[in-house]
């Protein structure tokens, strides 16, 4: 039988790009693929499973000149790049909001906070006043590790870094965060550690209202 | 005291946009804009208010070619527009995650299905099996009447159209959703009506789980 995702591809668990294989011979994240390209194939599945609908916005262009060749589709002669005004992913699981960026450094001890932009962090805290649920995917390219880090973290550590550092430290990553290991399918289950996140933040409201 | 919008633009109540005048005067949709305008400008009041983060996505465009001249910005060259996999809007509101399609139509008595592509009414049904809100917000633009139409009354339609009917009454639009009154501010207040659509699935739930 074959499977097709919503987008009409095929999915083929026997394929090349899905070889089954024994799991402690592979590192799944290492085959090239930008932590975009890894996070868009996890939401495919999770998308396809019915698990939850996470998509990635398109990038947002100023559209200049458009052309209308007959016969022919139009085409974007000229446009220029703009800057996002939100995060990256968004969607729905579980009846929650989700909202998130995911990035990548090649740092090995920190994670540089000049990977945000201003106006990301405010989107996020913004979302959380909705009470979304908002994190970061962040991979250490190096060593391919990937962690779930809560709002909260990164929140902390960028309103304080005019005074003090510009990066938070891996070890606090590791700590305030989750850890996601690489698995077949989805490559990034990160879902698991959103469950993870939301029970804490269910915790946390407890123990502040009760 | 000039306020500013999150995109750096002022809000000046007393400039010629948001001249306040007799309510009664005006129909605040008829002002040439757009029903995408009308709502972007909407949620912006929203987002400023801080009642909920509702952003449209943007336009989904397949990259070609790219310039980099020296000293300026990168130039798109060659694009083209892709189909979106997902409706137009979606943010979260009090916890909710909202997800919905604005449509406007010259019909006088009806909306026509054919507004509609197949993968925008699967990816509202995959939201609403995650227990998302989803909707869509219909302008009948020669009466410049609004409504928030509940996504279950779509469906039904769609659902039946091979072998019914290809459009949905305006009787049943007003019936079975919510008219939306234009009013100064925000110009389209559709989470008035989410009110009412989210208490109305919760006494649905209610009686089907007690």
């Known amino acids: 039988m074959?499977?097709?995702?919503?987008?009409?591809?095929?999915?083929?668990?026997?394929?090349?790009?899905?070889?089954?294989?024994?799991?402690?011979?592979?590192?799944?994240?290492n085959r090239g693929m930008s932590l975009e390209e890894e996070l868009n194939?996890?939401?495919?599945?999770?998308?396809q499973q019915q698990v939850a609908v996470i998509h990635k916005k398109p990038v947002p262009i100023q559209i200049v000149q458009v052309d209308y060749p007959r016969r022919s589709a139009a085409v974007i002669k000229e446009a220029y790049f703009k800057q996002a005004s939100t995060t990256d992913y968004n969607g729905v699981y579980h009846g929650y909001y989700l909202d998130f960026e995911a990035k990548e450094t090649r740092n090995k001890t920190s994670f540089p906070l000049n990977n945000f932009h201003e106006h990301q962090i405010n989107h996020m805290k913004a979302c959380v006043r909705q009470a979304g649920i908002c994190f970061t995917i962040?991979?250490?390219?190096?060593t391919q590790e990937l962690f779930l880090l809560p709002a909260a973290t990164l929140f902390e550590y960028w309103d304080q870094q005019t005074h003090g550092r510009k990066?938070?430290?891996?070890?606090?990553?590791?700590?305030?965060?989750?850890?996601?290991?690489?698995?077949?399918?989805?490559?990034?289950?990160?879902?698991?550690?959103?469950?993870?996140?939301?029970?804490?933040?269910?915790?946390?409201?407890?123990?502040?209202?009760?």
């Open 2 to 29: 074959v499977i097709r995702y919503p987008n009409g591809q095929d999915y083929n668990p026997n394929s090349a790009g899905h070889a089954r294989k024994n799991q402690r011979d592979v590192i799944f994240g």
């Open 138 to 142: 962040i991979k250490f390219s190096i």
């Open 167 to 210: 990066s938070i430290p891996k070890k606090i990553i590791a700590d305030s965060g989750f850890a996601i290991a690489y698995q077949f399918q989805p490559l990034i289950p990160y879902l698991t550690c959103v469950d993870k996140l939301i029970e804490n933040l269910r915790n946390v409201k407890g123990a502040h209202h009760e």
């Open 41 to 47: 194939q996890s939401n495919l599945y999770y998308l």
